[in-house]
């Protein structure tokens, strides 16, 4: 087994669209010899609109997320490291919310940037009152929007990487110019500000699954292409949403093979205190 094997992208039970408990996870991980497997579950943002969100956390189930993870933590140290984060959107609205948040309780913030600027009201529909999923990017404007919205995040300092910054990619038809500066930009932001991209191993599993995806999909070749030429940093993540997802250590090498062809330098960890 080559290398240390460390892992921050972990769901729960509690986003509604991953399986199996805390626990479950973090035994596979060992089994699986990773040193560290960090939790980063979508977090509960403190909706004012009486918003319901089907894909994350409420905020009264967050205490119990701490909770149950930092038992964990005491149970099973000395065998791994397991820190708590949380899986964030860039919402202008609440980085202040999230700061706080982060300096109380978290070791780790990731940056998924699913929605444009909210996720309150419909995620199919693009306008200046947000709430569009970017993992629906079909048009040039949508790309444009998620690399400045995806920035802006990154600048906060409050993010400790990008989690999939290619989801732009996932639907859209092919890699146009639009694709180009939108990766161009995000890698630039990147490099500037000294925050990881990673290279996310659900997406893998997502694609394989549909039969002949005639998509770009994410991760994306071209995305990856354009990030080699910069200093990037990229981290592998597994964005486990069932313990299983734990054990592909075969698409986790196929990438590490992947980003180094590219000459792209890989992150075995975040090197922070408690992350490592
Ligand atoms: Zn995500
Ligand atoms: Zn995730």
């Known amino acids: 087994m080559p290398d240390v094997l460390a892992n921050y992208h972990t769901h729960t039970w509690r986003c509604m669209h991953a399986h199996g408990t805390e626990e479950a996870y973090v035994r596979r991980a060992i089994a699986a010899g990773f040193s560290v497997l960090g939790f980063a579950d979508h977090t509960p943002w403190p909706y004012t609109s009486g918003f319901v969100s089907d894909m994350r956390m409420r905020w009264d189930q967050f205490p119990g997320y701490l909770e149950t993870v930092l038992a964990l933590r005491e149970k099973y140290a000395g065998q791994i ?7 964030c959107e860039a919402f202008p609205a609440w980085f202040g919310w999230l700061r706080d948040l982060k300096a109380q309780c978290l070791d780790y913030v990731l940056l998924g940037n699913h929605y444009d600027g909210t996720d309150e009201g419909d995620h199919s529909v693009f306008s200046d009152r947000g709430g569009f999923y970017f993992g629906r990017c079909s048009r040039a404007e949508q790309v444009m929007r998620y690399a400045v919205r995806t920035i802006a995040g990154m600048e ?5 990487y990008v989690a999939h910054p290619d989801l732009f990619c996932h639907v859209y038809a092919s890699f146009d110019a639009e694709c180009a500066a939108a990766s161009r930009d995000i ?8 925050i990881p991209l990673e290279y996310n191993l659900l997406g893998i599993q ?3 699954r549909i039969h002949e995806w005639d998509k770009l999909g994410y991760p994306c070749r071209q995305f990856w292409e354009i990030a080699a030429q910069y200093p990037v940093k990229a981290i ?4 486990a949403h069932a313990p299983e997802h734990l054990e592909r250590r075969d698409l ?17 960890y975040l090197d922070k205190p408690g992350l490592r």
Request: aromatic letters at 12%; a negative charge.
């Open 81 to 87: 490291k397991i820190p708590v984060g949380l899986e």
């Open 156 to 160: 906060t300092g409050i993010y400790d």
């Open 187 to 194: 890698c630039q932001a990147a490099v500037a500000l000294g």
């Open 206 to 208: 997502y694609h394989a």
């Open 236 to 239: 592998i993540g597994f964005d």
């Open 252 to 268: 986790y090498d196929e990438g590490l093979a992947f980003l180094r062809e590219l000459g792209i330098e890989v992150l075995a």
